[in-house]
Each structure stands twice: as structure tokens, then as C-alpha cells.
């Protein structure tokens, strides 16, 4: 009995149920709540959002009462991407108004078109551009010097085979028969991180860089160029990427020929010339690098004793520009740049900090020398100088450097040395120029030299034509013959313009220093950009001469280059004496 009514009572419950279901199905379903007044199906409006649009849909339109839309593309809606999807689209939304009698969707026809018109600029915008083929020019958009164009600053990088630049890296202990140079090559031809020992420098931008890493550094430098173009047609000038120094260094020691010597560059010139972009000015819109001094590229005999190599004294090299760490006053091809030094920074915040530091520096030496005495060399004033730094001990520093294991090799000691002196003095040592003079200016230390070739006549694109502004010189024959005092000469220097002596040299900073390769100064030129803009200019005057029918800058005599190219003159000068040679250096430096 109890069973009986325990079934009857679920049967009804069940029946309940069914009967709930189905009215409550009836009611979502059988009736068309849109035709209803003052009920708006907002769930309608939400799933077809403007958010959630697709190619194939088009959400109806907002409500006439709402002025803003706000309209949020995701990454579906980059596959709109031509007006026949929106055309698509239009017809779509259409057969569906035709379809419908309702007199609500008749009322919003003309506003659904409306809205397409408004997200017709929308869709249009974010349409995927076709791909342009950039066949000529390879520049990076937005040059950061001043946002400068590219017009007749292009430049077209020679190819040439590997084994004349990169294939040499390979082989890196071979570069240098006294040291190892694999080790220098490391971050771009930078070096090792230097960090920060004794506070010495600044905590990132400093390497333990080589000074003949030139080419590499160039190199990785030219490659982030902001105008390259793989079209020589419209080049400026041709780069060549051939590592000349590392080419010869490796026969420069040992009992190799001329021949071996020369036979790279010799190689590379055929190669220049049989080039299309050879015809274009012969030679005179090409240059290279040559990271050693001139004279291990001007051997003037062809005797297998003979230092060096011919690769300056090739007939394709003499139209060509050779930029090199020290020139030659007496040729007309090759120009200075600045040695590397330790500093490659990455940023302008970078330099700027750098300066700042040395503006607040307190300099407790009136001067100081990094150096050894070079005994060899009749000419050579350094032991006079050392004799004159000894003398006056409190008032001058001596770093001596005697052989590959003393201080001046670790780059924390010149720099402390430097940041301690007022005046830094630069004799000539091997050659003209020494890396000592960058290192100075980089710790805002005033340059002394003895004669102009060390600095005037060389790094014309660099420095200031009015020497006096950032350096003292001293005849290095009122030295030899001791008729001055280096004490007194810059002891009378008045405070007040040794100030701003060392302000400008401050102010020189950013000039003689390479900045990071894998990195881009904004405002700021270094030394590249500042040697790339000489180069520039030097074959625009050519080329304008040539389209005269002149050749001005080709046909003076060489032996008054330095002269020509530093004031524009070939008229006698104070420093005539200062660039008098013999027959004999003629013949062995030609």
C-alpha cells in the first residue's frame, strides 16, 4: 500500500517536472521577445560586440543614443585585410535585413551602413601593408643624428672575399707574433670587459681594446651604417672591409719576402678594379682601413730587408682614401683617424656621465708621462723629458714602461695617472703619434706636444684648427738643446685659461672615442661617424672637380700634403721645419 502510493506521488512529481520544462522551453523559445516594446535583448548586443568582430560577421549597430564607439581590434581582425571581406561583409548583413519584416530591422538598415562607413577607415587601417622590396637602399628609418636624410651620404660596402677580412679572425693567434690577439677580438673587435677596478672608470661602456682593433671595430661599426645601400649606382663612396693591418702584421716579423708582404693587397686592388663601381670615379669615391701607422704600408724599396708592405704605393690605392691611426705629412692618400681606446659607449647618457666625471676631478699633478725612453733614436727627446719629469718630482709623475709586463699595459693605471695630472706630455716615440694622447684626452687631461705631427696635422676631422684651445707645444728642439723648461712653459699657463683649456679637451671626448657596435648613439657623433662625414666630403669635392674637368686636389706636391689638407695652403709656414726630411727617409718611406 505504502509502495502504491510512494510510485503514484514520484509519477507526479515527475509529471510536474516535464510540464515546468516544457513551458519554461516555450517561453524562451516560442516567443519572439525583440517584438516586444521597451525590452531590449542586451545578450544579443554583447555577443556580437565589436570586440569579438570577424570576418564574416558585422555586429549590429550601436544605439542611436550612444555617440562614442569604442572600437578594439584584436589579433583576429589582421585578417581583414582587403575591401572584398568588408563587401562580403555589407552583403551578408544584408540578405539577413531582407529577410526580416520586422519594421524595427527596416529602422536599422541605413544605421548598420552607417556604422560600416565608420569602421571602413578602421579596418582599412589595420589592413597588412604589402611588403615593399627594398632592392637599393638598406637604411634604417629614423637616422638619430638630427634626423638627417641619406641623400649624399650613402654608402655601398665592397664585397670582397672572406679571406680578406673574417676568415683572418679565424686564425686570430696569427695576427700578431708577439701577442695573442684572439683575446682583443671578443665583443667586436672591443676586448674584454674592463669593469670598474679603483673606481678608475665608469661601471659599463670600458674594454681592454687593442689600438690596432681598428678594422674589426670599423667594420662592425659600418655594418649598423645608417645609410648603406646595396645599389653603388647612387653610393657616395664604396667601403672596403679588407683587414689590411692584420694582413700584413703576420709577415711584418720572420724571414718573410715582398712578396708575401704584398701579395694581399695587391690581390685586393685587382679585384677593386675589375669592379663595375671602379669605373664610376676610378678609385677616388673608395676607402678603407689601414689599422696600423702609414709606415707599415709604405715600404719604398723592394728589398725583402725593407719594412712593410706596398699596399699605399699600389697605382689603385693612390686615388683611393686610406684612413689610418697615423698618416703621412708628405702623401696625399692616407688620413689619421683616432686610435681605439678603452672607452665604447652605448649610449649618450653614457658619454655625458664620463664628462661630468671628469669635470669634478681634482688634479693634484701640474704634469705627467706614460713612456719609455727611446735610446735608439738620435732624435728622440723622451730621455729629456723623463730627466726634466725626475727633476721636478713633486710636480710631475713618471708610469715608465720598460718592457710587455709593466703598468702601462693595464689600462687602470695610465687612466689613474691621467685623471691625477693637469697637463699630459706627448713626445713622438716609434713614430709621430702614440695612443698615449687619446687616453689623455679621454681623462681630461690638457695634451703637451713637441711637435705638430703628432696631433695638428693628422686627425683633421676631428680636432679643433685652433690647437692652442686644447693643448701646449713645446719645439721638441728647444727640449733637445735644453734651452726650455716644461715646468715653467705650463706653470705660467694662468688658471683661469688652463680651466678652459681642460674644458674643451672635455668637450673633445666624445670625438676620439668609438662607440659600442651593438649599440646606437643618439645625438651624439664619435669618432666614426665624424670620420665617415670627412670621407663624405672629401669625395664630393672630387667628384664636383671632375665633373669640371678640374683635378685640384690630386696635383700638388705631395711632400706638402700636411700643409694642403690642415690649412688649405701650399704657402711657407712656421712649421716648415718641423716636416724637412732626407733623401734617404724619401727613399725608404715613399
Known amino acids: 500500500m505504502e509502495n502504491s502510493l510512494v510510485t503514484r506521488s514520484r509519477n507526479k512529481c515527475w509529471f510536474v517536472f516535464f510540464f515546468l520544462f516544457v513551458s519554461w522551453y516555450l517561453l ?9 516594446p521597451g525590452i531590449l535583448t542586451t545578450s544579443t548586443y554583447e555577443e556580437n ?43 551578408e548583413t544584408r540578405s539577413r535585413e531582407d529577410e526580416s519584416s520586422s519594421n524595427e530591422n527596416d529602422i536599422v538598415v541605413p544605421d548598420l551602413v552607417e556604422l560600416e562607413k565608420e569602421l571602413e577607415p578602421l579596418l582599412r587601417k589595420n589592413e597588412p601593408k604589402k611588403e615593399e622590396k627594398k632592392v637599393v637602399k638598406i637604411e634604417n628609418q629614423g637616422d638619430n643624428k638630427g634626423q638627417k636624410t641619406c641623400e649624399g651620404r ?29 683575446q682583443y677580438l671578443v665583443n667586436m673587435g672591443l676586448g674584454p670587459d674592463l669593469g670598474n677596478p679603483q673606481r678608475a672608470f665608469s661601471n659599463k661602456g670600458w674594454f681592454t681594446t687593442n689600438q690596432f682593433s681598428l678594422e674589426v671595430l670599423f667594420h662592425n661599426r659600418m655594418k649598423q651604417y645608417d645609410c648603406l645601400t646595396n645599389d653603388s649606382s647612387i653610393a657616395s663612396a664604396v667601403f672596403v672591409p679588407y683587414y689590411s693591418g692584420f694582413d700584413v702584421a703576420r ?3 720572420d724571414d718573410f719576402n715582398t712578396s708575401m708582404r704584398d701579395a694581399g693587397s695587391i690581390e685586393v686592388a685587382k679585384l677593386l678594379e675589375k669592379k663595375p663601381e671602379w669605373r664610376t670615379m676610378w678609385g677616388r669615391d673608395h676607402f678603407m ?9 709604405r715600404r719604398g724599396i723592394d728589398e725583402d730587408t725593407a719594412w712593410g708592405n706596398m699596399l ?10 686610406i684612413l689610418t691611426i697615423e698618416s703621412s705629412p708628405w702623401n696625399r692618400n692616407d688620413f689619421a683617424i683616432p686610435y681605439p681606446t678603452y672607452f665604447h659607449p652605448s649610449s649618450d647618457s653614457d658619454v655625458f656621465q664620463w664628462q661630468n666625471k671628469m669635470r669634478r676631478l681634482r688634479r693634484r699633478v701640474l704634469f705627467s708621462f706614460a713612456g719609455a725612453p727611446r735610446p735608439q733614436l738620435e732624435e728622440s727627446i723622451r730621455s729629456e723629458i723623463m730627466e726634466q719629469c725626475l727633476v721636478t718630482r713633486r710636480k710631475c709623475r713618471l708610469l715608465e714602461c720598460k718592457d710587455l709586463h709593466n703598468k702601462c699595459n693595464k689600462p687602470v693605471h695610465v687612466m ?38 703628432s696631433m695638428y696635422v693628422q686627425y683633421i676631422w676631428h680636432l679643433p684648427k685652433d690647437y692652442t684651445k686644447y693643448s701646449v707645444l713645446i719645439p721638441e728642439d728647444d727640449v733637445r738643446k735644453k734651452k726650455v723648461s716644461i715646468e715653467n712653459v705650463l706653470s705660467k699657463i694662468p688658471r683661469s685659461q688652463v680651466a678652459a683649456m681642460r674644458e674643451e679637451v672635455i668637450k673633445l671626448i666624445p670625438n676620439v672615442v668609438y662607440a659600442d657596435p651593438r649599440s646606437r648613439l643618439e645625438t651624439v657623433e664619435d669618432a666614426f661617424d665624424l670620420a665617415v662625414k670627412g670621407v663624405l666630403e672629401r669625395v664630393d669635392v672630387m667628384r664636383k672637380e671632375m665633373r669640371q674637368g678640374k683635378n685640384t686636389s690630386m696635383v700638388f706636391d705631395e ?11 701650399l704657402e711657407k709656414h712656421e712649421w716648415d721645419h718641423f716636416f724637412l726630411r732626407t733623401s734617404k727617409q724619401k727613399i725608404f718611406h715613399a
Open 251 to 253: 709577415y711584418l716579423w
Open 312 to 321: 699605399m704605393l699600389l697605382p689603385e690605392t693612390q686615388n683611393m682614401t
Open 559 to 569: 711632400e706638402y700634403s700636411w700643409k694642403y689638407y690642415t690649412f688649405g695652403t
Open 49 to 91: 560586440s565589436i570586440e569579438s568582430f570577424s570576418p564574416t560577421s558585422i555586429p549590429p549597430p550601436t544605439p542611436p543614443h550612444h555617440e562614442n564607439v569604442n572600437v578594439s581590434f584584436n589579433s583576429n581582425s589582421s585578417s581583414i585585410n582587403n575591401a572584398t571581406t568588408i563587401d562580403a561583409t555589407k552583403n
Open 28 to 36: 524562451l523559445y516560442g516567443i519572439d521577445w525583440s517584438s516586444v
Open 289 to 297: 682601413i689601414a689599422g696600423r701607422i702609414t709606415w707599415d704600408f
Open 416 to 453: 689613474k695617472l691621467f685623471q691625477n695630472s693637469i697637463f699630459c706630455l706627448q713626445p713622438s716615440g716609434d713614430s709621430f703619434t702614440r695612443r698615449s694622447t687619446f687616453d689623455s684626452i679621454l681623462a681630461g687631461c690638457i695634451p703637451v706636444f713637441f711637435t705638430p705631427g
Open 154 to 182: 650613402y654608402i655601398y660596402v665592397a664585397e670582397i672575399p672572406s679571406k680578406f677580412n673574417e676568415d683572418m679572425l679565424k686564425q686570430c693567434n696569427l695576427l700578431n707574433k708577439w701577442e695573442d690577439m684572439c
